[in-house]
């Protein structure tokens, strides 16, 4: 069994890149294991495609292109992104994560399951650091991965 846990988004647009950080956090946290991967896909979009394909169990953090308070926190699983229950773009800037899987689908390589963590943005001005209200949410969204991580049999290690 090999989970990603997938981190998306642009470091150079403040809450846009909540993804990249979430996993650079937990990069620095946890030891390396064959089980699962923390990556930075970044904004490459459909280029990432093969990190999807290559695991059973994906896990995406990034920010939310949606309605609600700035830092709410979304939590869809495979069956909602393929039904449409989230925005087609996270971002502006890629391609939609349903065009992304629908085409791992066709190929018959679609990771069996998918749980996608999304915040609703306060900023999306050009910076580095997350505002406060995304902010506060990166230890809590760990938490939840660990969990989720912990049921599908991986124990993490701390570095």
């Known amino acids: 069994m090999e989970v990603v ?12 890149g909540l993804g990249v ?12 294991t064959d089980e699962v991967e923390f990556y930075d896909g970044g904004t490459m979009g459909i280029l990432a495609t093969h990190k999807l394909e290559e695991s059973s169990h994906v896990i995406i953090v990034d920010s939310l292109e949606a309605e609600g308070e700035a ?9 909602d992104i393929m039904l449409d229950k989230i925005p087609a773009k996270m971002s502006p800037h890629q391609i ?17 399951t998918i749980t996608f963590y999304g ?7 050009s910076s580095v650091e997350l505002s406060k209200p995304v902010q ?7 938490d ?6 912990k049921e599908l049999g991986v124990d ?3 570095n």
């Open 71 to 79: 830092g709410e926190l979304r939590l869809y699983k495979k069956e």
């Open 136 to 142: 506060a949410r990166l230890v809590e969204i760990e």
């Open 144 to 149: 939840m991965i660990v969990a989720e991580l």
């Open 21 to 32: 950080h979430l996993v650079k956090q937990m990069n620095d946290k946890y030891a390396l």
């Open 119 to 125: 915040v609703i943005p306060e900023s999306l001005e």
């Open 96 to 112: 939609g994560l349903q065009e992304v899987l629908t085409i791992s689908e066709l190929r018959g390589k679609a990771p069996d």
């Open 5 to 16: 846990v997938f981190g998306a988004g642009n470091l150079l647009l403040s809450d846009e």
């Open 156 to 158: 993490l290690v701390y």
